[in-house]
């Protein structure tokens, strides 16, 4: 049972700043929530497809239509979708919802009358892949986008394949330039040639953000309209763990500076009875805030930490060296770089290289870790007193223009190289490396790792030689 120093350090949590603005920000009111229904994909493919509409009676014209296709063109770094469309006097768009490949004909699209494809209802597994459904289909003069979202599930067997022919088979007999995106929280390598993967933070919620503000600004959306879209703003910032969106950075922020409080609040509830006819003021105010409570405690999971330990031991057994990080994330260089190449750190932070890795230790992620070789800060018009950014900007077009799709597939997009770079954050190659939460296995992973990292860090390193002590400074 927590003693009264317990009690105070949970008050502690409660009353922290962070904490203040997450309970402002659940305890408001939003439709999503109320009908729970944040992480239904089919809810979030439904509602794209009504964003995409232009015809529809969201008040926003085709202005969100514009900036995701701006988007999906820049992750596939052909800007030929979005010129059709802007070129087009008509500019007629159609958007099929839930479309069965059964449609998809030669020349043209049977139209789809059966309403139960928007339903929830389980259906037979068996039936339901003899008449395969893409998510979306966007169509207008010329050009056309299909798109493959998922919300947390991964690619069914063969899925994207199924969907491939016979898109590309209509859209050659229609004259169209068709672009095959699958829809992600993460970001993930691409499937073949052909699939674009592009995230909903970038895709839809920044476009959607972008249009919302313009619009809420100059009175063009009725209060119900406007309403209903940052309700889908917010749920969507969440859910699709949105750069812009706060909540999980200041969860594990939060649960990082009340650490001991809240893995002793974990033990206390395990021990304690809920029940109890006089229950203690800890359990009350547990019971009070476990809408903020509950998703912290999830970064003091024992396995969530015994995890993140394993993760900082394998950089010491390899001689890694550990710059920035807590038990959500580390990042870290090769410790002979720092002699090597001292102008990977730049004069307005000394404590953070530009060139790193980073490894994610995801607790939503309880089978694997992510690792990544990133650049940061590519923008001189955000990053004005970055003394050596030109150099990183000229590093990541040489990789681009050496063709070194294979050893930084990051960089490309259907093999061409993306114009369009991460400002802050531009990860080169990626990886994930399996690993249980409930039972890691350290060996594993070290020896995951140091394969990762031994070969990229030599393939990197011939583009680092710019940054020696000495060496002129290179004009991008």
């Given at each position: 049972m927590p003693n009264f120093a317990d009690v105070k350090s949970l008050l502690d949590v409660l009353h922290d700043p962070l904490a203040v603005r997450l309970r402002a920000r659940w305890k408001s009111f939003n439709p999503f929530r109320v009908l729970k229904v944040e992480k239904r994909e089919l809810r979030h493919t439904t509602t794209l497809a009504w964003l995409l509409d232009p015809r529809e009676n969201h008040g926003l014209g085709d202005h969100f239509l514009r900036g995701f296709l701006k988007s999906v063109c820049e992750a596939a770094s052909d800007h030929t979708t979005l010129l059709r469309y802007e070129t087009d006097s008509n500019a007629i768009v159609r958007v099929h919802a839930e479309l069965q490949m059964q449609q998809v004909q030669r020349d043209r699209i049977i139209p789809d009358f059966d309403e139960d494809r928007y339903s929830d209802v389980p259906v037979n597994a068996a039936l339901e892949r003899g008449k395969r459904r893409i998510d979306l289909l966007v169509e207008g003069q010329g050009w056309a986008v299909a798109i493959e979202a998922k919300i947390g599930?991964?690619?069914?067997?063969?899925?994207?394949?199924?969907?491939?022919?016979?898109?590309?088979?209509?859209?050659?007999?229609?004259?169209?330039?068709?672009?095959?995106?699958?829809?992600?929280?993460?970001?993930?390598?691409?499937?073949?040639?052909?699939?674009?993967?592009?995230?909903?933070?970038?895709?839809?919620?920044?476009?959607?953000?972008?249009?919302?503000?313009?619009?809420?600004?100059?009175?063009?959306?009725?209060?119900?309209?406007?309403?209903?879209?940052?309700?889908?703003?917010?749920?969507?910032?969440?859910?699709a763990d949105d750069a812009d969106g706060f909540v999980n950075c200041e969860l594990s922020e939060l649960a990082s500076h009340h650490t001991t409080a809240l893995r002793c609040l974990k033990e206390a509830i395990k021990a304690s009875d809920h029940n109890a006819p006089h229950p203690a003021n800890w359990i009350v105010l547990y019971e009070r805030n476990k809408r903020l409570l509950d998703p912290l405690l999830e970064y003091v999971d024992l396995g969530f930490e015994a995890r993140a330990k394993m993760i900082i031991d394998a950089l010491r057994t390899l001689g890694l060296t550990r710059v920035k990080g807590d038990n959500s994330y580390v990042r870290f260089i090769v410790t002979d770089w720092v002699q090597?190449?001292?102008?990977?750190?730049?004069?307005?932070?000394?404590?953070?290289?530009?060139?790193?890795?980073?490894?994610?230790?995801?607790?939503?992620?309880?089978?694997?870790?992510?690792?990544?070789?990133?650049?940061?800060?590519?923008?001189?018009?955000?990053?004005?007193?970055?003394?050596?950014?030109?150099?990183?900007?000229?590093?990541?077009?040489?990789?681009?223009?050496?063709?070194?799709?294979?050893?930084?597939?990051?960089?490309?997009?259907?093999?061409?190289?993306?114009?369009?770079?991460?400002?802050?954050?531009?990860?080169?190659?990626?990886?994930?490396?399996?690993?249980?939460?409930?039972?890691?296995?350290?060996?594993?992973?070290?020896?995951?790792?140091?394969?990762?990292?031994?070969?990229t860090s030599k393939q990197i390193e011939e583009y680092l030689e710019r940054f020696r002590e000495g060496n002129e400074r290179t004009a991008a």
């Open positions: 599930a991964s690619e069914g067997e063969g899925q994207l394949d199924a969907y491939r022919t016979p898109l590309r088979l209509w859209a050659q007999q229609t004259d169209r330039e068709l672009l095959l995106i699958y829809l992600t929280i993460d970001e993930q390598d691409s499937r073949g040639d052909d699939w674009i993967n592009a995230q909903w933070s970038k895709s839809v919620a920044q476009p959607l953000r972008t249009v919302l503000a313009a619009s809420g600004e100059s009175g063009q959306l009725g209060d119900q309209q406007h309403a209903f879209l940052a309700s889908y703003l917010d749920i969507l910032s969440d859910v090597r190449f001292p102008r990977i750190y730049d004069a307005s932070d000394r404590q953070l290289p530009r060139v790193l890795y980073e490894i994610r230790n995801d607790s939503k992620q309880p089978h694997k870790i992510f690792v990544a070789l990133q650049i940061w800060l590519l923008d001189d018009t955000v990053y004005t007193e970055e003394v050596y950014l030109e150099d990183r900007v000229s590093i990541v077009r040489e990789i681009q223009a050496d063709d070194r799709v294979s050893d930084f597939p990051r960089l490309f997009a259907r093999g061409k190289p993306k114009q369009q770079l991460n400002q802050k954050v531009q990860a080169l190659v990626s990886t994930s490396i399996a690993c249980n939460i409930e039972a890691p296995d350290a060996m594993y992973f070290v020896d995951k790792l140091n394969e990762f990292v031994s070969r």
